[in-house]
Structures are given as structure tokens and as C-alpha cells.
């Protein structure tokens, strides 16, 4: 099987390339992608599979993109009678939320395709060149954002692709270009409940989903925005009312059941 990647020492601000490789897959091959501390964006080269995010599974044909963003758990099967080979670049930046508009697999018009960086054939610059196409792609894919801004939603899909991270009102109010106390208060209005406390909601919603994919309760902090095990147990306690460990022994048994293809989930 070949499968390699090279880490791109880029420091860009919009668009960051900071990983990017090539997998020729044998067939049926079962890959999870998880853990992910950047967005990352796939094309397939040759072959074809499925991508699972959740509960959805996505038939993937040569030529198409597919893209899991940062926190999200994926799977992707190799077909058995066609395997695919993919080249992917994994990427960071102010921008790269806004990646979270487009559906986990699309297509590209042709003139688009044959304009981007062919990973096979490395050079110096190959970081430049990815960012270079990775603005390119978010010209021609993102919608602008609207004049008459929805700060509301704009908080909750910040918050949904940016949850692992440290987050604050007063870094969400600046990164939406907006008073403090104003989305402060437009957010309780419409939602019923405070920013501060949605983040923790949603953070709690989303460590469920990695406990019962037996992640242990460090891994599960860390992927979650949590600063500390200890920290994340206490939040874990004052939502669900018991502790992470405990939680975990009640509902892992749904594991298989629940997993996307069944079985053994490793």
C-alpha cells in the first residue's frame, strides 16, 4: 500500500497547508479518521468507496473531493472491486470554517481541477502552491457572507467547527466584528440560553459521541476544548449529572450497534 505524507512548515493566516499525502488503497481497506487537529480535503484520484460522518454515508467517485472538517469523526471504505487512491492536504487558517458550507463530497468543473497542484511531483514551494489552491477553491465555492449579518447562527456554526479550541464571547464577538455585550445579548434572545453555556451544551454533546467510541476520558478533554481531565469531569457532572467514567460504562455497550458498519469499530 502506498501511503505517505509530508509536513508543510507554513505559517499563513487565511488558508494553512499543513499536511499533505497520497494513499493508493487495497480493496475493502477501512479507514477512520479521527483525532484530527485540521480540516482536511481529499480528491480521488482513481477508484471509488463511501465516507461515513455520522449516521450518513456518501458513495465517493473518482474525480470527486470529499472534505471532513476538524472534530468531525469519519470513515472512509475502500471499494472492493474498484479501490480508490486519494492525495489529501490537511489545512488550518481564519478561513477554514468557512469550508464547513460545502458538502462532504462534491465535484469540480474541469477547468478547476486540472489547475491545482499535482502532489506527485514535489517541489520547494508545494506549501505556497496548496495554499495558492485551496484560496482558489474558497473564491469559487464560498458564498459571501451577507450584508444583513446572522450573528446568531454565525455564533453557533463557530462554535460547532471550532469547539476544540479555546473559546471566549469576547473572541467570538471580535471574530465576527461586533460588540461584546450586543451578541451577547441578540444570542440569549433568540436561543434562550448564553453563549458560554451553549459552548459547554455542545462540547458535552459532542465528548458523548467520543466516549462511546471508547475514547478515554484524557483523549475525549482534549478533542472537546477541555483544558484538563479533571475540569472536562467536573462540566461532564454539573450537564449529565454523573461522571464521564460512569456514563461511559452505561452506554459503550451500544458501541456496535450504533457504529456506522457494525463490528469492531478499530
Not at 508543510?8 to 479507514?31: S, Y
Not at 476544540?164 to 440569549?188: I, N, P, W, Y
Request: proline residues 6%; charged residues 25%; aromatic residues 10%.
Amino acid at each position: 500500500m502506498k501511503n505517505y505524507q509530508f509536513l508543510l512548515k507554513q505559517n499563513l493566516q487565511d488558508l494553512n497547508p499543513i499536511t499533505v499525502g497520497e494513499a493508493e488503497c487495497p480493496p475493502g481497506l477501512k479507514t477512520h479518521l479521527d483525532m484530527r487537529t485540521s480540516s482536511v480535503l481529499h480528491y480521488v484520484r482513481k477508484g471509488c468507496g463511501k465516507l461515513q460522518i455520522k449516521d450518513q454515508v456518501y458513495p465517493v467517485h473518482q474525480g470527486q473531493f470529499f472534505l471532513v472538517m476538524i472534530g468531525e469523526i469519519a470513515t472512509c471504505i475502500s471499494d472492493s472491486d474498484d479501490p480508490w487512491e486519494y492525495q489529501w492536504v490537511g489545512f488550518t487558517g481564519t478561513l477554514s470554517h468557512d469550508f464547513a458550507q460545502l458538502p462532504p463530497v462534491f465535484s469540480l468543473p474541469e477547468e478547476i481541477v486540472e489547475r491545482l497542484y499535482d502532489i506527485r511531483q514535489p517541489e520547494e514551494n508545494m506549501g505556497m502552491r496548496l495554499a495558492s489552491d485551496l484560496m482558489l477553491l474558497h473564491s469559487k465555492l464560498i458564498h459571501p457572507k451577507p450584508r444583513a449579518r446572522d450573528y446568531v447562527q454565525q455564533t453557533i456554526t463557530y462554535v460547532q467547527t471550532s469547539y476544540m479550541h479555546k473559546l471566549s464571547v469576547t473572541q467570538l464577538a471580535k471574530e465576527l466584528g461586533v460588540d461584546r455585550c450586543h451578541l451577547s445579548r441578540v444570542f440569549k434572545e433568540k436561543m434562550h440560553i448564553s453563549i458560554q453555556d451553549y459552548i459547554l451544551r455542545f462540547r458535552i454533546s459532542e465528548a458523548k459521541r467520543y466516549l462511546k467510541y471508547d475514547y478515554s476520558i484524557k483523549e475525549t478533554a482534549m478533542l472537546c476544548g477541555f483544558n484538563d481531565p479533571p475540569n472536562f469531569t467536573r462540566f461532564f457532572v454539573r450537564e449529565e449529572g454523573i461522571t464521564p467514567t460512569q456514563w461511559k460504562s452505561i452506554y459503550v455497550n451500544k458501541l456496535v450497534t450504533d457504529h456506522p458498519f457494525g463490528g469492531d469499530p478499530s
